[in-house]
Structures are given as C-alpha cells and as structure tokens.
C-alpha cells in the first residue's frame, strides 16, 4: 500500500492526526478487551481451579504488605490526628476521625495502591512473557480462549480480594490508631471505640466497599490488558509492567475522587 | 486419503508499508509432510499464522481441512482449530506447568477423558519422545532439545488430522536433528496426520518430506516432491539449497 506522501508544512498535522487516531484506537482496544472479558466471564465453562489459584495470587501474598501498610497508616493517623484534635481539646474523637478517614479513602486507595504494586505489576510481567514467548498464541489455537484462561480470573480474583484486603486493611488500621491514641498517648479505651460507634455507619463502610470492587476492576483490567498486548521482548515487558502500575494507581486516585462525590 | 488439506490462494499481508506475502498460492495433500523453506524474514511464520488463524490476511483465500478461514472467527474457528496440532517456533510450553503437565493440558481441557486414561496417554507420550525420565521437570529446567520434544508431544497428544510444526529443529545439534525428524516421520506413520513444517535444515528435510516449498519475495516460486527441489533450474531455489552467497 503506497501512502501518498505529504508536504512537508503539513507534516506536523500528519504526525498528530496520527497521534490521536493512534488514542482512540487504543482506547477503543481497551473498551473492547473489557466487553470481551465480561462475555466470557458469564458464559460457561468457568474456570473454577484458575480462579482459586489467581486469588491465591492477587490476594493472600499480599496479605504481609497489607498488615504492614495498614497497621502503620492507622499509627501514623492515631499521632497526626491526636495531635491536631488535642489543639481543640477534642482528643475524644480520634477514634472515629481515625476510623472514618481509613474506611472511606485510606482503606479502599492505599490497599488497592499495594496490591497493585505486589500482584498487579507481577501480574502484567507474566501476562507479558506469555504473549511474547507465544503462550497465549498456544492456547488460542488449542481452541482454549486466553480471555477465560488468564484474564476473566484474574479481573473475578480482583473483584472478590480487593474487598477482603480492604476490610484487613482497615481492621489492621484503626488497630494501629488504638495502638498509638490509647495504648501510648493514654486515650481511654471506650472513648476511642465507643465515639466511632456512634459516627461510623454502615454508609460509610458501603462507600468503601464500593471503592475496593471498582478498583478491583479496574487494577486488574488495566494489568491483564496491558500484559496481554505486550510487544518488542523484554524491554516491552519491562516498559508495560511500568505502564501498568502507573496507569492503575492514576486510576485509582481519579475514580476515587469521582466516586467520593458521586456516593453518600 | 486424497485431494488436498490446505488450499491457499493470492494471498496478501503486509505490516505497515512492508509486504511480507505477495499473492502466495500453496497447495498441501492430504497425508502428506510439506516442507517450507526460505531466508530467514521471508514470511515463512507469518504464513503459519495465517494457516492456523492467528493473522487475518489483507487479501486472499485460505481453506484448511475443507473450511474457509478467511472472515471465519469465535466458536467456528475454534472448531476448526480443535483438529490442529501447533508446534510453535520457541516451543510456547506453558512455564508455571511441568512438561508432564504441559502435555497432559489439552487433554485434561479439551477432552472428557477420565484422569487415568489422561495418565496412561500423557506417559505413552512421554515415551515416544523419550522422557520419561523428565516429566516432572519445568521447561526452563530441560534442555532446548527436550523442550523442542515436549512441544512435539503437547501438540500430537490429541491425535490432530493437521499439524504445523515451525522449525521444531533450528538450534539443536545435528543428532537431535534426526532424532526429532525420525520422531516425526514415525508419529506421522502411526497418526497419519497431514504435517506443514517451516525448516532450514537442508539437505536433512528432503528425507523426511513429500513435497518442498520455497518461500521467496512472498511468494511460493517453486513447489514439488525433495528430488525435484534438489534438481531444480530456478536459479533462486537453487542458490537457496547450495547456500550460495547473493549476488549483488
Ligand atoms: N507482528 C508483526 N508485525 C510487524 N512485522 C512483522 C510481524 N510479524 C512478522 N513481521 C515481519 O514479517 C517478516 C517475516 O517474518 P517471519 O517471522 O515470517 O520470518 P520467517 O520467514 O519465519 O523467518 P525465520 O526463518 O527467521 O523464522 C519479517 O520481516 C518481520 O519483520
Ligand atoms: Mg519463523
């Protein structure tokens, strides 16, 4: 195919009329590998063992990095908080200020944050080297669609881990904050439980929830397509796996705000 | 068995500005092992690709096993595909699984044999290509020559009517050379599959194939039976199998 050739003022339109369509078609591609991945997650066969081994994957090895980062976010916000509510002299509410900031925001984004840094960008390395050392190709022409073998488990594993890791994470956090206001800074205990009793509902632990299962979507949507389509050996794995963690933490960090002034 | 499996007519694919099939015609008898040779970058996996439905062609036909591939997609390629056999240039064995594992999987995913008759098929596989002993190794723990016969293994398990092999070979010495084309020329005897295979091992091919085919400037210039190949007056084939440097 002989392209006609430009002049060379409007080169610079050229390249971007070529940059943008180059957006749009990966946009495009995007959108696509989700509606695929959908479709195949609620056809059968379902992939029953793959699922298991994914979670066990996504989920319990990042059990260590999420007790580490939740017990310390709580200690960190047990100090900070106490500190500024003692200017006040409302020290009583540590416990629901610490309780409300870690199950509506902190929870949801530094959990999500981790295990996108432990299992997502893993996640994109492997998808990576099976594209470019022909894996996935082998299952395609075995009849065995990749969609359904590595893509639907992992995005189901994101679904059902990130809201369990989120909940540990959160447990682990306000325990942190227990921690430092009461066992060290000498907050009484029922204080400290007994006002985030009566501040914290169930409305507040919902919009959490929500959080994790959409950025558990999103994670591993953005992990697997970016895996999936790896080309140019090593260094394109390499160059995904850096694209993917950057692209879902940017992800994470937008839909969380967007979703905190869209839900209660 | 006659007429022939894999019908190819005009061709066309480029990537970008660069046209790698030029109008390719191929013919491969039913039963029969067809050979593809060319330099290296003519287009000779780029082919298999399309053969096995994984490129889409920017033009031209392609039947294989009595089906049109072209514009064919999803459930309906999938059924043409469960009667193929690949055998992938880099072997393509799944890493997270040991080679045993890795033959045992189209079986356990594509058929409804019970876990003991999988067993006893996996092992008799093993057998034929002589590693038993290896089985519960990963593939980055065997040899190149071991995982070349894993991939061997993993694509005849299920018993294909065609299989495409790219260069199961290239890389190994040259007693595993005519080990594995032996090995292939007896599971062809035994399973009667038809077999395109894409090979640089000249001569040792014309002893193992029925028909040669030369891939040059995307397109087939020259097909037949090896002693035809081997006499042949196209100054390109016969530049090609001499080894000859280009003029130039
Ligand atoms: N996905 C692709 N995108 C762009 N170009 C490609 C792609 N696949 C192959 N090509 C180009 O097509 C040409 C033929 O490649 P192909 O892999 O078919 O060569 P080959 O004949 O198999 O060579 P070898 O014997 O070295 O394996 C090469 O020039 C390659 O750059
Ligand atoms: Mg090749």
Redesign the interface.
């Known amino acids: 195919m002989a392209e006609p050739t430009v002049p060379a003022a409007l080169r610079p339109l050229e390249t971007l009329g070529r940059g943008s369509l180059g957006v749009v078609e990966s946009l495009g591609r995007f959108g696509a590998f989700l509606g695929q991945a959908v479709g195949a997650a609620v056809t059968p066969p379902f992939k029953l063992r793959a699922l298991v081994e994914r979670i066990h994957y996504v989920g319990f090895r990042s059990l260590l990095i999420i007790l580490l980062t939740g017990a310390f976010t709580g200690m960190v916000l047990g100090l900070q908080i106490y500190l500024t509510l003692s200017r006040f002299g409302s020290e009583a509410f540590l416990g629901p200020a610490v309780a409300l900031s870690i199950i509506r925001e902190l929870g949801p984004v530094l959990a999500a944050l981790m295990v996108t840094g432990r299992a997502g960008s893993a996640l994109t390395a492997e998808l990576g080297i099976m594209r470019i050392t022909e894996q996935i190709d082998a299952l395609t022409v075995m009849a065995l669609s990749p969609m359904r073998y590595l893509v639907v488990p992992s995005i189901l594993a994101g679904v059902i881990t990130f809201p369990l890791m989120t909940a540990l994470f959160d447990v682990v956090g306000i325990f942190g904050g227990y921690l430092v206001g009461v066992q060290l800074l000498g907050l009484s205990e029922g204080t400290y439980f007994g006002e985030m009793q009566s501040f914290v509902d169930m409305r507040d632990i919902m919009t959490g929830f929500w959080k994790s299962i959409s950025f558990g979507i999103i994670v591993m949507w953005v992990c697997t397509y970016k895996g999936f389509y790896v080309s140019r050996g090593a260094e394109g794995v390499a160059h995904a796996t850096t694209q993917a963690v950057v692209l879902s933490s940017v992800l994470i960090l937008v839909w969380d705000y967007f979703l905190g002034s869209v839900l209660p | 068995m006659a007429g022939s499996t894999i019908h190819v007519e005009g061709l066309w694919k ?1 990537f970008g ?1 660069q046209a790698v099939l030029r109008g390719l015609d191929l013919e491969v008898p039913a039963g029969s092992i067809t050979v593809i040779i060319g330099r290296s970058g003519g287009g000779k996996s780029v082919l298999l ?1 399309h053969l ?3 490129l889409r062609p920017d033009a031209g036909r392609i039947e294989v096993g009595g089906v049109d591939l072209t514009g064919l997609s999803g459930r309906a390629l ?2 043409v ?2 009667r ?1 056999g ?1 055998v ?3 072997g ?4 997270s699984m040991s080679c045993r594992a890795n033959i045992a ?2 079986l356990r ?2 058929t409804r044999l019970s876990a003991a008759e999988i067993r006893a098929r996996v092992e008799a596989s093993l057998a034929q290509v002589g590693l038993e002993a290896v089985g519960n190794k990963y593939p980055e723990e065997v040899s190149g020559g071991m995982r070349k016969r894993v991939a061997i293994a993993r694509a005849l398990v299920t018993e294909p009517e065609i299989v495409f092999f790219d260069e199961p070979t290239t890389g190994l010495d040259p007693v595993l050379v005519n080990t594995i084309h032996q090995l292939i020329l007896q599971l062809h005897r035994q399973l009667q599959f038809t077999a395109v295979m894409v090979s640089h091992e000249i001569p040792e091919i014309f002893e193992i194939a029925d028909g040669v085919a030369m891939l040059h400037e995307g397109r087939i210039v020259e097909i037949g039976p090896p002693a035809a190949i081997q006499g042949s007056s196209h100054p390109v084939v016969r530049q090609f199998i001499r080894g000859e440097p280009e003029q130039g």
């Not at chain 2, 393509?92 to 890493?95: E, S, T, V």
């Open positions: 480029s500005r690709k096995i439905g994984l999938d059924d595909r469960r193929f690949v992938f240039q880099g393509a064995l799944f890493d999987f189209p995913e594509k």
